[in-house]
Nanobody
């Protein structure tokens, strides 16, 4: 099993920045992919960004150029650096881990962009 713990959500004004963190623990495989999704009460879960070990990051068009997804493999941690935030980025953000044997989700962290 793999456990995920997210942190870093909060309230920010439009144009501001936040950084989310997701720490994975447990049976971490050498080859894995970690990423972020988001969901609002009015929409289904939407993919935001992901990065596999040793691979280039991937971004949804809606966040490209504003968000980055650094990873610290030594700490089994993935981040979501969110810049120039917009009200439409308001959502519950979920971390996702996947490997050959597992797909795991974090509990979610709320991001609210409002003046």
């Amino acid at each position: 099993q793999v456990q995920l713990v997210e942190s870093g959500g909060g309230l920010v004004q439009p144009g501001g920045s936040l950084r989310l963190s997701c720490v994975a623990s447990g049976q971490i495989r050498e080859i894995n992919d970690m990423g972020w999704y988001r969901q609002t009460p009015e929409s289904s879960r939407e993919w935001v960004a992901a990065k596999a070990r040793g691979a280039a990051p991937r971004y949804a068009e809606s966040v490209r150029g504003r968000f980055t997804i650094p990873r610290d493999n030594a700490k089994n941690t993935v981040y979501l650096q969110m810049n120039n935030l917009k009200p439409e980025d308001t959502a519950l953000y979920y971390c996702r881990y996947s490997d050959t044997w597992h797909v795991e989700w974090g509990q979610g962290t709320q991001v609210t962009v409002s003046s």
